[in-house]
């Protein structure tokens, strides 16, 4: 089991910057990568980034390349997102994740994700 608590998400206007952490405890050494996807009201769970765990690696969803960054540090069992640049339709709750099957490519779909965090809510405004 690995539990994910993300922190607190906010409000914030367009074109501003947001940080959000997901601190992982339980049986981190299992994560082979760790994700982050969002939810907007009506919508499909959608992919956002996630970064390899335990190797080096990280991909991106095109709707925030460029604009978005995540980062681990092991030593905590903490990943971020960094999110700059925001647009309105990036309002949504984010949920963090955690894939323990490896290895291979990083998994994009929500279905290769084996633990979420409670999510948290990411308003953007004009």
């Known amino acids: 089991q690995v539990h994910l608590v993300e922190s607190e998400g906010g409000l914030v206007q367009a074109g501003g910057s947001l940080r959000l952490s997901c601190a992982a405890s339980g049986n981190t050494f299992s994560a082979y990568a760790m994700g982050w996807f969002r939810q907007a009201p009506g919508s499909e769970r959608e992919f956002v980034a996630a970064i390899r765990w335990n190797r080096v690696g990280a991909y991106y969803s095109d709707s925030v390349k460029g604009r978005f960054t995540v980062s681990k540090d092991q030593a905590k069992n903490t990943v971020y997102l960094q999110m700059n640049s925001l647009k309105p339709e990036d309002t949504a709750v984010y949920y963090c994740?955690?894939?323990?099957?490896?290895?291979?490519?990083?998994?994009?779909?929500?279905?290769?994700?084996?633990?979420y965090g409670q999510g948290t809510q990411v308003t953007v405004s004009l």
């Open positions: 994740a955690a894939a323990t099957t490896g290895p291979g490519n990083i998994p994009l779909s929500a279905f290769k994700y084996d633990f």
